[in-house]
């Protein structure tokens, strides 16, 4: 493995903070990328790695890219992301090792907030609030925001309408041939919206359940193995990431790939890949910014659902101005992307060297 060192000088990381508590079986690994906006917020992943090495690359990675997530859909936080190594049979999450983790978060003194992500649910927030106030998304602090879901689904549903308007010049999904990859309560609520819109929806899934839910609502269901190579307009990526990557992209005969999935390119150049095929991306942590806006939203008195609509809703424009910014400079939309993030994070660096006796924040403690 890379010396840690070498790994966080790759993106000028800030820290990476290993939680351990011998009487729950904790192992947690934190990662606070960049707060130059605001207080680092990211979810908490609870997933069974095969090794260290692959949860720490996995925390390093999903913070930079909160950072850029955060940045570009235009809340007051930096990014960062903590995951959490359970064994499903020998070390289950459990109520403990959260509330651990919790006394960990509080630790932190507001450099980090956590929230809800793969693996962990409301409940575990609610356990973690137990211990400390810097969480997101439970079920029990006042003003709570909840399920970030509907959310995420949403921004993603007003996102492919955004790339929709760029690429065929209107925003109507009526008649669009959609794939959805990933159905569940994310996939699931954006193939609703493309459904109520007259989009013929089709979609895989490994869990049974959600394949039962997708067809009562009126997906069509195809093979995991035909997903890469199937005749669609459009393919919504909303499961785990890295599925552009080289043997997935040569199959694709897609216009659109946007969907709600984090780090969707396996590397890089799969961006440029896209762009000579003629295959217009919806860079992922643009499109699915609707979940950190939606969470973000309580520190500012309480979650309100309308102002988060708003917000969330504006997801379109945000697409469209780094559409722009790709036509313009000849470059993927996934740099333009990024463009887009470090522009804002680079004016506002520049009002540090402002002098104030005291830092102003979004948190009210």
């Known amino acids: 493995m890379t010396d840690i060192f070498d790994l966080l000088e790759t993106a000028d990381y800030e820290n990476l903070i290993f939680s351990h508590d011998e009487a729950t079986g904790l192992k947690a690994i934190t990662c606070i990328h960049n707060t130059t906006l605001g207080p680092a917020i990211g979810g908490l992943r609870i997933w069974n790695y095969k090794t260290e090495e692959d949860a720490i690359i996995d925390a390093i990675r999903l913070a930079k890219g909160m950072t850029y997530k955060n940045a570009a859909c235009g809340i007051y936080a930096g990014g960062a992301k903590t995951v959490m190594m359970i064994d499903p049979e020998k070390n289950p999450k459990s109520e403990e090792m959260m509330r651990a983790f919790g006394r960990f978060v509080e630790g932190m003194n507001g450099r980090y907030l956590t929230a809800e992500d793969v693996g962990s649910s409301e ?22 925001s909840g399920n970030p879901s509907p959310s995420t689904a949403r921004g993603v549903y007003v996102g492919i309408k955004a790339s929709c308007k760029q690429r065929y010049g209107s925003d109507d999904v009526k008649g669009k041939k959609m794939v959805v990859e990933g159905l569940g309560n994310v996939g699931f609520n954006v193939c609703k919206y493309l459904l109520e819109d007259g ?104 979650f309100n659902k309308e102002r988060v609509a708003i917000t969330v809703d504006g997801i379109y424009d945000q697409l469209l101005k780094v559409f722009k910014i790709a036509e313009e400079e000849d470059i993927p939309t996934s740099q333009a992307a990024n463009k887009f993030a470090e522009d804002r994070i680079a004016k506002i660096l520049k009002t540090k060297k402002i002098f104030a006796r005291v830092n102003k924040s979004t948190i009210r403690r």
Do not use: W
Not at 125 to 144: A, C, N, S
């Open 199 to 302: 989009a013929e929806v089709y979609g895989t899934d490994i869990n049974e359940k959600a394949i039962e839910r997708a067809k009562e609502a009126g997906v069509k269901i195809i093979e995991r193995d035909e997903l890469y190579s199937f005749d669609a307009d459009i393919y919504a990526p909303c499961a785990l990431g890295a599925t552009i990557n080289d043997e997935s992209i040569e199959q694709f005969k897609f216009d659109i790939v946007a969907g709600s999935a984090n780090n969707q390119l396996k590397e890089e150049k799969h961006g440029q890949i896209l762009k000579d095929k003629g295959i217009l991306y919806a860079p992922d942590f643009i499109i699915n910014a609707g979940g950190v806006i939606h969470c973000h939203d309580e520190l500012f008195g309480g």
């Open 123 to 144: 409940a575990d927030m609610d356990y973690i609030y137990q211990e400390t106030d810097y969480v997101l998304g439970t079920t029990m602090k006042p003003g709570t």
